[in-house]
């Protein structure tokens, strides 16, 4: 396994897709509102049938990146390019993408099957051939019985869902989705999800998804894109970045990692290094030297056990019991907070106040230096 | 116990009997001209009494048959139609400047529209007198339309603002992504979900115009008679009993214009 995570940047980044599969092609998108530079240079293939999460902290850009996909908004440089056209200045009406918005925006004074046909009409389909393809994709979505209803007669998943239907339903080469489940409670949450991954799979869309929810991502995607201050900060595998961010804020976003400042030092082997951490040495493979950052995600910690590398020892500050597991906020000198996720058994005096020692094996272990 | 059980119930008594005293009182002033004149119309009387001396229809057939009151009524008519017109093709449009466009200083704008309705309208009038003057439009047709297209334009734009603000705009970037084209996506969406707010504001524009007496009275000059003009001219030489109807006319079709404009604003919802 690679700990060694910070090439310059962009490079470790799985962006090129083969020419004859990519369905979009973003290059050095750039935009700025004033003085405020929202996108600095975003660099993105997304291939044929793909589904991208577009994931991020609110103001990382995502939003924007999405308005200029669908053409609400002009890069001010940069192309986009989709199946090989390029759409950068085209009218959202002219670039064939299909939109599913946060609040359904459903057509309130037509009925869900006319506004599922609504992108039929305005690509002057049959009536009769309409129809038809109406009720195929009211089937898609599990809902053929609510045709004639109108969309506040609807609950917010299936208004969603029809939404879904109407953007799919002419067949567009790209779908935009700007976080479709945000309006949703939990559980409805999790059914959606499950319910777009099969629409994907039956009808095979290259799909944009955007978001602000790891697990949401985690759970829908082939890729997940990480927006940060207007640049993708990774774009990989959700597994992936997850076990090996690239760096030190992805590591937080994506994974909840805890960060503890390290020294590494030469120990005679080019791609083994002493690392000394909040008290404790020991070697990891990396050919990183100096001032170094460990990321460990909350879940690889666990209660002292001999023969792992890193141990963090402190004061407990908080403990939650969440069922099977326990939540656990330690204080460690010269790292600060430290959250773990701990097995709940034998944990009963993990109480605040006491003194608690965790530690993580070595190959739990991501060596960052930014 | 029993004590302030007993205070509180006298002291619920008197809020009781106070309350409907208020709301008596106040219908009463609110109601009972209208029925005082309703039921004065209804009379063939030569001159104005109460209570009536006989009973019939003569003064509304009056009020339809003699050009005296059908002149006035007609010019307020046309006006008032001319009006509501105008002020929608001004407001419309610059509504969806406002609302959809990326224009600066969107609330100045909106706040200068509505400006003047804070304005005293005789205070008003005579500034436009002076303006009109200025421009050859006092006693025209043109001119009294602008003057109340002016007059209605602040409330139909507060009207319009309302109504737009709950048409979210993602409706016409759904419209536009699946291949319409803006004008088409305004036209089919927008404006179609804004239609009940938009006769509304027509209605509310043309009962404004048809109701009004000042500006007419500074700006219409001798030739331009509307009716409330009309009325007042006519109250000052002596009174035509044939006012009772008309006024119970104008009641009438006022409260079911507004009626109507109630209802449309509400589906509009």
């Known amino acids: ?370 | 116990m029993t004590a302030t059980t007993g205070a509180s119930k006298l002291l619920d008594a008197l809020a009781r009997l106070v309350g409907r005293t208020v709301v008596v009182a106040f219908l009463g002033f609110m109601v009972l001209p209208a029925v005082f004149i309703g039921v004065l119309s209804f009379s063939n009387d030569p001159y104005i009494m109460f209570p009536p001396q006989s009973w019939g229809t003569d003064r509304y057939v009056e009020v339809v048959t003699s050009s005296t009151w059908i002149r006035p009524i007609t010019l307020s008519l046309e006006v008032a139609a001319a009006t509501a017109v105008v002020t929608l093709a001004v407001v419309v449009p610059a509504m969806f400047a406002l609302k959809r466009g990326r224009v600066p200083g969107t609330m100045a704008v909106e706040s200068a529209g509505i400006a003047p309705m804070l304005f005293p309208v005789a205070a008003y009038a005579v500034g436009m007198y002076a303006v009109f003057a200025e421009f050859g439009l006092l006693g025209t047709f043109a001119g009294i339309v602008v003057a109340h297209t002016v007059h209605a334009v602040p409330l139909v734009i507060i009207l319009l603002s309302t109504a737009m603000d709950q048409i979210r705009p993602e409706l016409e970037l759904a419209a536009m992504t699946m291949g319409a084209s803006r004008l088409r996506a305004w036209a089919g969406i927008t404006v179609r979900l804004l239609l009940p707010a938009i006769l509304a504001a027509a209605i509310f524009a043309f009962v404004l115009s048809f109701d009004e007496a000042v500006f007419i009275t500074f700006l219409g000059g001798p030739g331009l008679v509307t009716l409330p003009k009309y009325i007042f001219d006519s109250v000052q030489f002596g009174v035509d009993p044939a006012i009772t109807a008309v006024a119970t006319l104008l009641m009438v079709v006022t409260a079911g214009l507004m009626l109507g404009a109630t209802v449309l604003r509400g589906r509009s919802r």
């Open chain 1, 1 to 370: 396994m690679t700990q060694t995570l910070n090439p310059p940047q962009g490079a470790e980044m799985d962006r090129t897709t083969p020419e004859s599969d990519v369905a979009l092609r973003i290059r050095a998108l750039r935009k700025s509102f004033g003085a405020n530079e929202v996108l600095r240079g975003v660099d993105l293939d997304l291939g044929a049938g793909e589904f991208l999460t577009l994931l991020g902290p609110s103001g990382s850009g995502k939003t924007t990146l999405l308005r200029i996909l669908a053409g609400f908004d002009t890069p001010d440089s940069g192309q986009i390019l989709l199946r090989g056209r390029d759409i950068s200045h085209l009218s959202p009406a002219e670039r064939d993408l299909g939109m599913v918005f946060q609040q359904y925006a459903l057509f309130p004074h037509l009925t869900v099957a006319d506004n599922v046909a609504y992108g039929l009409k305005m690509r002057g389909w049959k009536p009769e051939r309409r129809a038809r393809r109406v009720a195929e994709m009211l089937e898609l979505v599990g809902l053929p019985d609510k045709a004639k209803s109108r969309p506040q007669q609807l609950s917010g998943g299936q208004q969603q869902r029809v939404a879904l239907a109407r953007a799919l339903a002419y067949e567009p080469q790209l779908l935009l989705m700007d976080e479709p489940l945000g309006a949703l409670d939990r559980s409805l949450r999790l059914q959606m999800q499950e319910e777009i991954r099969r629409v994907h799979r039956e009808v095979g869309t290259t799909i944009i998804f955007v978001t602000h929810d790891q697990e949401e991502a985690l759970a829908l995607s082939d890729r997940v894109a990480i927006m940060h201050e207007g640049e993708l900060a990774g774009l990989a595998a959700p597994s992936q970045l997850y076990q090996n961010p690239p760096s030190t804020f992805v590591a937080r976003f994506f994974s909840n990692a805890n960060l503890v400042p390290a020294t590494a030092t030469d120990g005679g082997q080019p791609d083994i290094a002493e690392i000394t951490a909040a008290g404790t040495s020991f070697t990891l493979p990396t050919a990183h030297r100096g001032e170094v950052t460990l990321a460990v995600r909350p879940r690889s910690l666990r209660p002292a056990v001999d023969g792992d590398a890193l141990y963090l020892t402190g004061e407990v500050i908080e403990s939650l019991l969440l069922g099977e597991e326990r939540q656990v906020r330690v204080r460690v000198d010269g790292v600060g907070p430290v959250t773990a996720f701990v097995d709940w058994r034998g944990t009963d005096d993990l109480v605040a106040g006491q003194t608690c020692r965790l530690s993580v094996p070595a190959s739990e272990i991501t060596v960052l230096t930014e």
